[in-house]
């Protein structure tokens, strides 16, 4: 994971995912972080969604795919290339 460094610097993360839940969750356990990043994604056909809220928010998980300014969200599509 790449994340708002200074520099070009990268983390391997691990991660958690409960697909039971709806939207589905997603917990990323950042090296040497006492937080997690909390976050919610959806597969869906060729294309995954992922939306978490930085680490240093007090505000919780997500609970819908969109963002905001201020919101310390970030949205993510993935979506995969057709041969």
Same mark, same amino acid.
């Given at each position: 994971?790449? %994340?708002?460094?200074?520099?070009?610097?990268? /983390?391997?993360? *691990?991660? @958690? $995912?409960? &697909?039971?839940?709806?939207? @589905? =969750? $997603?917990?990323?356990? &950042? &090296?040497?972080?006492?937080?997690?990043?909390? +976050?919610?994604?959806?597969?869906? +056909?060729? !294309?995954?969604?992922?939306?978490?809220?930085?680490?240093?928010? *007090?505000? %919780?998980? &997500? *609970? !819908?795919?969109?963002?905001?300014? +201020?919101? =310390?969200? #970030? /949205?993510? #599509?993935?979506?995969? =290339?057709?041969?």
């Amino acid at each position: 994971m790449k %994340g708002n460094f200074n520099d070009e610097r990268e /983390l391997e993360c *691990s991660y @958690k $995912l409960d &697909p039971k839940k709806a939207p @589905k =969750q $997603l917990d990323v356990a &950042p &090296p040497n972080e006492r937080k997690l990043i909390l +976050g919610i994604y959806e597969a869906n +056909g060729d !294309e995954l969604k992922i939306c978490m809220r930085h680490a240093s928010s *007090s505000e %919780g998980r &997500p *609970s !819908e795919f969109a963002t905001k300014a +201020g919101s =310390q969200l #970030v /949205l993510i #599509v993935f979506k995969k =290339q057709k041969p």
